[in-house]
């Protein structure tokens, strides 16, 4: 009787959505090893639908997309609409041992979710292992019919994917960090759809290029799916005017630089009023941390003014270059963060009823006995938040463990503030740079009110960390520089026109403070989206509980849910 009640219920609100004009979305994507050619190598490749980038689905606020992955390919694989609330359907989340179990070689899986009060661009991508550098694709959310855009209508809209490239099998290049303990190799190109562009060697034919004509006005949706590594962005000749980040609208404002961190996205009109030549899109490392190897090479698409004259300015006359910050060039990566606001006042949630403080940052284990370890000083890398390095459970996810109340594979006495008290950002004793691994969750209440700092750490190394939760959307309501001081930081905030995102980069020896609703139950994972952080630990997971009656409370998991 009660599963017929729930079908039924389910049924009226798929009526509902589709009387108000709702579609509901059904794709396939099939993951599976495909044969690719970038830098002069031909490479065997994960990839959705043999894609690369993966299918964009391009869907409207309020629609339900289902989506069946049949894994063909030899690894475990889940896949994260990374952005997407999720409101109840936490079993569609996708990140692997925290609302699933990995699908394993020859199994499938149905995704099934509702966008609800987003618009804008968001991206899917693997969340097992290090399938993301080659599997994902692009979300793109328009508003629902008969609603427009806070913005003149764009007279095209170009999906600009920002990736991370390696020679070698990424998951191998993971699997021998993890054994060594040492850093992972760098990336040998970034990518913009998929191409590395005219910079590397053998790409040059196959750079990505758009095609605009004089005067008119595009919308380009820039996703960095990059692994490990923040972009600089820049077109040449051209200023773009900046009006939306992770599904959420902001109010315009020009820059010539976007700085965006892995996880994020940031919509940008740009008018197409120079002289119809063709135009270098660049993008290239943003490195905050001392002494790390990084990519230092440049990706490159090509902006082509299709003029309808008789003028050839083909491959023959170069584009032009745009001119980018120096790597390491906090100023302006925290000018770019600056600007970001919402376009009108923001109703702020409040009283907070969690007043939260999470350290974030690097650290180090011993070398186990007789071993040889990749890290500084024969140690093994691993990083954490409040001193705890989050450790996946293999046996169960964090979700089917949770709402079947099964023991041993959680704790949830993930601490609300740091053990111990440190200055932060100066010289930290070596006593605190090991920290303890675990796998603890904190628990929330259903409805309240969470605010946390996030300071990073000067442990090991100073960075820039892009930290992306799972199921929610929240408000920066301030960034700054140094130890979180409550007393005197608090007046920084903006309690006017915050900006919502997904994802917040916590600014290089610097704090950023977030506030959000826990109004979606469930447990949501969150995290430092580069991936070589997230493999050493830098992740912590929210059970939020239940609240009042169905429409507060997790669903059912469907009956396909991949077991371990």
Same mark, same amino acid.
């Given at each position: ?114 966008i609800e009060r987003q618009e804008g661009t ?15 694709? @692009? ?6 019919? /008969?609603? !427009?855009?806070?913005?003149? &209508? =764009?007279?095209?809209?170009?999906? #600009? %994917? ?66 490990n590594h923040e972009l600089f962005v820049s077109? @040449? ?6 009006? /939306?980040? !992770?599904?959420?609208?902001? &109010? =315009?404002?020009?820059?010539?630089? #976007? %700085? ?95 007043? #939260? ?96 700092? #996030? ?17 929610y959307d929240f408000l920066v309501l301030a ?86």
């Open positions: 009787m009660a599963s017929s009640g729930i079908r039924l219920f389910l049924l009226s609100l798929l009526g509902f959505a589709l009387l108000a004009g709702a579609e509901v979305h059904e794709h396939e994507f099939i993951v599976q090893e495909t044969p690719v050619k970038r830098l002069c190598n031909e490479h065997n490749i994960i990839t959705v639908n043999g894609q690369f980038p993966g299918p964009t689905l391009e869907v409207r606020e309020g629609d339900t997309l289902v989506i069946t992955v049949v894994n063909h390919a030899q690894y475990n694989v889940t896949i994260h609409w990374h952005g997407i609330r999720q409101f109840r359907t936490g079993w569609a989340d996708g990140p692997e041992f925290v609302t699933q179990c990995p699908i394993k070689p020859g199994g499938s899986y149905k995704y099934k979710f509702t968001l991206w899917w991508h693997a969340h097992s292992s290090w399938l993301r550098a080659t599997v994902y694709g @692009a979300l793109v959310i328009r508003p629902r019919e /008969g609603k !427009d855009y806070p913005f003149e &209508k =764009p007279s095209r809209e170009v999906p #600009l %994917m920002l990736g991370e490239w390696w020679n070698a099998n990424p998951i191998d290049v993971i699997r021998e960090a993890q054994r060594t303990g040492g850093g992972p190799n760098v990336s040998d190109a970034f990518t913009i759809n998929g191409q590395p562009g005219d910079l590397y060697n053998c790409s040059r034919q196959d750079t990505t290029a758009i095609s605009v004509k004089p005067g008119e006005t595009a919308l380009l949706r820039f996703i960095n799916s990059a692994l077109i @040449a000749g051209h200023k773009m005017t900046v009006v /939306g980040v !992770d599904a959420s609208y902001t &109010k =315009p404002f020009a820059t010539s630089v #976007l %700085m965006i961190a892995p996880g994020q996205t940031t919509d940008v009109l740009v008018t197409m009023d120079q002289p119809p030549t063709r135009y270098y899109v660049a993008a290239r490392a943003y490195i905050s941390a001392q002494g790390v190897a990084f990519d230092n090479t440049t990706t490159t698409a090509v902006i082509e003014y299709d003029c309808g004259c008789d003028t050839d300015f083909g491959p023959s006359i170069p584009p032009a270059f745009p001119t980018l910050p120096a790597f390491n060039d906090t100023g302006a990566a925290t000018a770019f963060a600056a600007g970001i606001k919402s376009p009108k006042k923001v109703e702020i949630p409040s009283p907070v009823d969690e007043n #939260l403080f999470f350290t974030v940052g690097l650290g180090l284990f011993d070398c186990k006995p007789g071993q040889q370890c990749g890290g500084p000083n024969n140690t093994r890398f691993t990083a954490s938040m409040n001193n705890v390095s989050f450790v996946f459970p293999k046996t169960d996810s964090l979700l089917h463990a949770h709402y079947y109340d099964i023991p041993g594979v959680f704790t949830t006495d993930f601490p609300a503030y740091p053990p111990v008290q440190f200055d932060y950002t100066g010289n930290v004793s070596r006593s605190l740079w090991q920290p303890i691994p675990a796998t603890k969750l904190y628990k929330l209440r259903f409805g309240s009110v969470v605010q946390i700092v #996030l300071q990073d750490t000067s442990i090991v190394t100073p960075e820039n960390h892009p930290i992306h939760i799972h199921g960034e700054g520089f140094g130890n979180y001081d409550a007393e005197k930081d608090a007046q920084k905030f903006n309690l006017e026109n915050p900006p919502q995102r997904n994802t917040v980069a916590v600014p290089v020896n610097g704090w950023a403070v977030i506030r959000f609703r826990a109004d979606n139950p469930g447990v949501w994972l969150m995290h430092c989206h580069l991936d070589v952080h997230i493999t050493w630990g830098l992740a912590m997971a929210f059970l939020v509980e239940d609240g009042y009656g169905e429409l507060e409370s997790l669903e059912a998991p469907p009956v396909d849910l991949p077991m371990c």
